[in-house]
């Protein structure tokens, strides 16, 4: 039976490629609008485009390069699987295919989205949704295809001496791919990033500001590139950002079921192995059942479309914590009941974080209305409201987090709270964090559809207001946008914390890989108690830890901790720098044409939007290169110099400060966005307002924390964990001390 497994979840992920194709026809077919409508969106489509294939050529060439590195370690040092290399390829290849599917289709859906607005709001919610759930299914589709592909190959070509050691060998080789992922993920985000936000502060300091110019007004030169932002940051970089955190969840999994059960055999490891699997591959049908699900009524204000959407996800989640009961039964594994509970911990956590992101960031609430209220006596107040708001927001996800990692662990092991740390349990409690990092992402298909769409409703209110719209269409896509600014805030929610509980697995995961590295070179482990374990795969994780002195008394572990803690912020700082050097630019040049071209404010001349677009590119192009290539440098030097102690207190802390500080970022900046939305509505002096002005300096303040920085931590945090994984080999054979 279990030979036909994989084969399931790859017919999972046609299925859900399939729904994206037809989600996609269907967009393609509605009205794009007047021939103002077609030359805007067209405008869009071609600098998105443009720069996406400028951004594919850089990474292509680190991709080279650090694939003919691994080249050289496995083949020429034998510290690494000679499969390395080719994993690592493909999951770079596929995230980025997701990014530039999920961009294309919301390139060409903003323009008939706006035109689905001039019907009805419920229309307009339709098309852009629809359009958003390509990406989710995309994302999902292309993520069960890999991992599918991969493991049905490496069973066939991987030749261990026993199975339950292939099966421990495969799926670490596996995981290799997840760091493919996350190299193609941070390029996107943080490139994505900064070019969307140099953009967009640009457009809001000197238009909106300065000039008293309406959000994406014709007339301001730097509104296509920053229509042309929201797509390559918050689409493409967003797909690209989920894609890893879905497979790192996936693989993370597997490889702890093959590493805690393989005492127990075969036919153990492979139902520890496929749950994982399963449990994404039901979620996507529980998926694109539930996009069906949302809907909703003309005149829909704030609170009645956040319902319209919860019903899809809280529909989508329910049904996903029943399917894991039943798959764990199905499948007969150990404890079944315990680890059906895990993946319940690890929905619940998920829910809970997105709730608590809503309540936060979303205008219907006290919060951002505070914050909003803020206003009346300057930027300053709404800065510091902002950020003390954001600050607050991170209690719940991290009490959150935290109790379903608790809960997740002893349910795995039957409550043993006595014996929770014996070798046995460790493994077994960590793989259920493992699918409880599963359970919070199985309904990625419609919570990313959730995400995804917010990018489109934004983009459909630009065109409708360089196209001269009736002023009601721009109302409804108002409203659209200011919904998707929450859901964009609660997807990223989810990607966040997801991390959390897989980079702990992931933790686990790198034990594994030093055993089996130690392993291939013949060396020994002096394992808890002084004995001695002649073969490295043989010993357990307390083992390994006793072995090089993971200890938090141990001098090269707390280092290791200053340091990741330190990488959060530096790599922060230098993307919020980068965000503000690009800015600067912008502005000196949308003031220079306002000066320079005479007859843009009047209507009578014309912008150099071009010149615009070449600015955000150029600057993208170039600071995203420094932090990216610092979250694969560092851990291997940290290796290096500290050894296998100093990569996990590097981990340990890049997880604990990486986490809230993420959280932090993404809320605050959140709710600054909603804030200037919520006065927009009319509240404290409306739009023009002085009132208003300073809403969008705190807007501008919020762009890189929510866009730029703050969601690319969590890639960080895997990327870094993916790095010491496929570099373990190196690290367990030479390192300083």
Known sequence: MYQYLPYCVLAASVLALTFAFIFYRQMKKQDEGTPRMREIAQYVREGAMAYLKQQYKVVTVVFVILAVIFAILAYGFNVQNPWVPFAFLTGGFFSGLAGFIGMKTATFASGRT?????????????????????????????????????????????????????????TTTMLTFGMGASTQALFA??????????????????????????????????????????????????????YESYCGSILSTMALGAAAFFQDGEVAQLKAIFAPMLIAAVGVLLSIISIFTVRTKEGAGMAQLLKSMA???????ILSGVAAFVILWALGIENWLGLSFSVVAGLAAGVIIGKATEYYTSHSYKPTQKLAEASQTGPATVIINGVGLGMLSTAIPVLAIGCAIILSYLCAIGFDVKNMLTAANLSTGLYGVAIAAVGMLSTLGITLATDAYGPIADNAGGNAEMSELEPFVRERTDVLDALGNTTAATGKGFAIGSAALTALALLASYIEEIKIALARVGDAIIGVGGKVIENASDASILDVLEHYGVSLMNPTVLAGVFIGAMMAFLFCGLTMNAVGRAAGKMVVEVRRQFHEIKGILTGEGTPDYKRCVEISTKAAQHEMILPSLLAIIIPIAVGVVLGVAGVMGLLIGGLGAGFVLAVFMSNSGGAWDNAKKYVEEGHFGGKGSECHHATVVGDTVGDPFKDTSGPSLNILIKLMSMVSIVMAGLTATFHLI
């Not at 190959?153 to 199975?163: D, G, K, N």
């Not at 110019?213 to 301001?220: F, G, S, V």
């Not at 019903?311 to 989640?317: D, L």
């Open 189 to 242: 985000r943080v490139g994505g990033g900064i070019y969307t936000k140099a953009a967009d502060v640009g457009a809001d300091l000197v238009g909106k500001v300065e000039s008293d110019l309406p959000e994406d007004d014709p007339r301001n030169p730097a509104t296509i590139a920053d229509n042309v932002g929201d797509n390559v940051g918050d689409v493409a970089g967003m797909g690209a950002d989920l």
């Open 114 to 170: 706006a035109a689905a607005a001039r019907k009805s709001l419920n229309s307009g919610l339709k098309v852009a949704f629809r359009s958003g759930a390509v990406m989710g299914l995309t994302v999902v589709g292309l993520g069960l295809l890999d991992i599918s592909v991969w493991f049905i190959v490496l069973r066939h070509f991987v030749a261990e001496a026993t199975i339950p050691q292939q099966l421990v060998v495969i």
């Open 311 to 317: 019903v899809g996800t809280n529909c989508a989640a």
